[in-house]
T-cell receptor, first 114, second 111 residues
């Protein structure tokens, strides 16, 4: 079956702009999580959605937001981009009901803010 | 947030076993221990997870200490393709199972 798909793979934006990233989970998976990866901070949890509801949120400013649609696809939005938002943004999907399920990650969207 | 502590890097020879340690002294009774690895230019990949008992799968084994404050990922025969950053992660029961990644251990495998 198809894996987790993230689009676009690469993106270049200017400071102050906003950006929307998309994640299509594995069919049947209802949980989608987002992570930011930078060389300095490593992998940091942004938020998790399950059945269209945000179930968990990390310690990121309100400029970072997300949503999940009824088909489990998810988008994350970053407004008023800053240079420090340059990172690899990873999405992971899982069945989501139990803690003991594995998460499947996409290849990420590489965002560069100039 | 519950934290895990891992060595920054380890080295192994091809075809030899590798033991990757992880300390998680603040683990609570219902938190699962997960291991993921990340190959260059890819997203993390699930390796194994467990709660209390040792676990085996086709990729690796997970040995969990009796007090659950530490665990060890065992790769039985390292290959060059196992060179990656290995993350030991706690899945937090009281926070809906979100994964908190540490800095991970960068494993290099020498031929």
């Amino acid at each position: 079956k198809a894996g987790v798909t993230q689009t676009p793979r690469y993106l270049i934006k200017t400071r102050g702009q906003q950006v929307t990233l998309s994640c299509s989970p594995i069919s049947g998976h209802r949980s989608v999580s987002w992570y930011q990866q930078t060389p300095g901070q490593g992998l940091q949890f942004l938020f998790e959605y399950f059945s269209e509801t945000q179930r968990n949120k990390g310690n990121f400013p309100g400029r970072f937001s997300g949503r999940q649609f009824s088909n489990s696809r998810s988008e994350m939005n970053v407004s008023t981009l800053e240079l420090g938002d340059s990172a690899l943004y990873l999405c992971a999907s899982s069945l989501g009901r139990e803690l003991n399920t594995e998460a499947f990650f996409g290849q990420g969207t590489r965002l560069t803010v100039v | 947030d519950a934290k895990t502590t891992q060595p920054n890097s380890m080295e192994s020879n091809e075809e030899e076993p590798v033991h990757l340690p992880c300390n998680h002294s603040t683990i609570s009774g219902t938190d699962y221990i997960h291991w993921y690895r990340q190959l260059p230019s890819q997203g993390p990949e699930y390796v194994i997870h467990g709660l209390t008992s040792n676990v085996n799968n086709r990729m690796a084994s997970l040995a969990i200490a009796e007090d659950r404050k530490s665990s060890t990922l065992i790769l039985h025969r390292a290959t060059l393709r196992d060179a990656a950053v290995y993350y030991c992660i706690l899945s937090l029961h009281n926070q809906g199972g979100k994964l908190i990644f540490g800095q991970g251990t960068e494993l290099s495998v020498k031929p």
